[in-house]
């Protein structure tokens, strides 16, 4: 007969089951992560309720938290997978979504329809651009040196330099009649650049570390970029956009350079 009352063994009682610990150093990247989600989601808020210099502002917010995000999880070694999903969720948003609502609201709602398609176009670019970046990360057969370079620029400064028409407005010009027409065809044009295959710098190893020399002129440099951030917001940002674009065909041809030395050293039999 089955014991109805077995003894009792307090040692032997089973413990409730415990979630293994997440290490701090796991989630403070994905924090941050988080948080330019949030400032993405914040300039959308500006744009609907007119404030375009805010706008602007919490989109170039969540670009530099975007760029600090992964620096400090490769610095405190917390790289995962799920940060990775998690960093382009939100650079979707943060750079696809909200730039494009933020220039609908502020020249493209002109032409209607056509206007929304430009912004449509736009946002989809992003998540083309940011889907072909996941799997390009994972291909174990690419050279060190294409670490370098993007494939097509990436979409934290699609967004910025996007954003040139509103830099534009913010620093009082009036919009001719036929602004918005130049405004789509500006956008469509850095969509392009976002999908296609011109290989930009990434600079992803350039400071990684400073000669001694250049140390005192680095916070110089660095101080002075704060100070014209700071006080000529506007003229600074459509100032670093123009010499981004000029720049990305000497880092076309760069690439071109370092390829061609690649298949010199190593030709196809």
């Known amino acids: 007969m089955t014991d109805l009352f077995p003894?009792?063994?307090?040692?032997?009682?089973?413990?409730?089951?415990?979630?293994?610990?997440?290490?701090?150093?796991?989630?403070?990247?994905n924090v941050i992560t988080l948080l330019s989600l949030c400032a993405g989601l914040t300039g959308i808020r500006f744009?609907?309720?007119?404030?375009?210099?805010?706008?602007?502002?919490?989109?170039?917010?969540?670009?530099v938290l975007d760029g600090l995000d992964g620096r400090i999880a490769r610095l405190l070694k917390g790289t995962s997978r799920f940060g990775?999903?998690?960093?382009s969720l939100a650079d979707f948003i943060?750079?696809?979504?909200?730039?494009?609502?933020?220039?609908?609201?502020?020249?493209?709602?002109?032409?209607?329809?056509i206007g929304w398609i430009v912004a449509l176009l736009f946002a989809s670019a992003a998540a083309l651009r940011l889907a072909r970046f996941n799997v390009m990360i994972d291909d174990p057969e690419r050279p060190e040196w294409q670490k370098n370079f993007f494939v097509g620029i990436p979409a934290p400064a699609g967004a910025l330099t996007g954003l040139l028409p509103a830099y534009v407005i913010q620093l009082g010009?009036?919009?001719?009649?036929l602004f918005s027409i130049v405004e789509a065809l500006y956008l469509l044009f850095i969509a392009y650049l976002m999908i296609s295959r011109i290989p930009t710098f990434a600079g992803k190893?350039?400071?990684?570390?400073v000669p001694r020399e250049w140390v005192v002129p680095f916070f110089v440099i660095a101080i002075a970029i704060v100070g014209l951030l700071v006080t000529y917001p506007f003229q600074f940002l459509a100032s670093v956009t123009v010499i981004y674009l000029v720049l990305i065909p000497l880092g076309a041809n760069r690439y071109r350079a370092l390829e061609q030395a690649q298949k010199a050293a190593h030709p196809v039999n």
């Not at 415990?18 to 989630?27: A, E, G, I, Y």
């Not at 190893?205 to 570390?209: D, E, L, V």
């Open 7 to 29: 003894p009792f063994e307090p040692d032997k009682q089973s413990r409730p089951r415990r979630f293994n610990t997440v290490p701090l150093r796991l989630l403070v990247p």
């Open 47 to 63: 744009g609907f309720e007119g404030q375009l210099g805010e706008a602007i502002i919490s989109i170039l917010v969540a670009a």
């Open 84 to 87: 990775a999903e998690l960093d």
């Open 94 to 113: 943060s750079f696809g979504v909200a730039p494009a609502i933020i220039l609908y609201t502020y020249g493209l709602n002109n032409l209607k329809s």
């Open 173 to 177: 010009f009036t919009p001719p009649p």
């Open 205 to 209: 190893t350039f400071g990684s570390r």
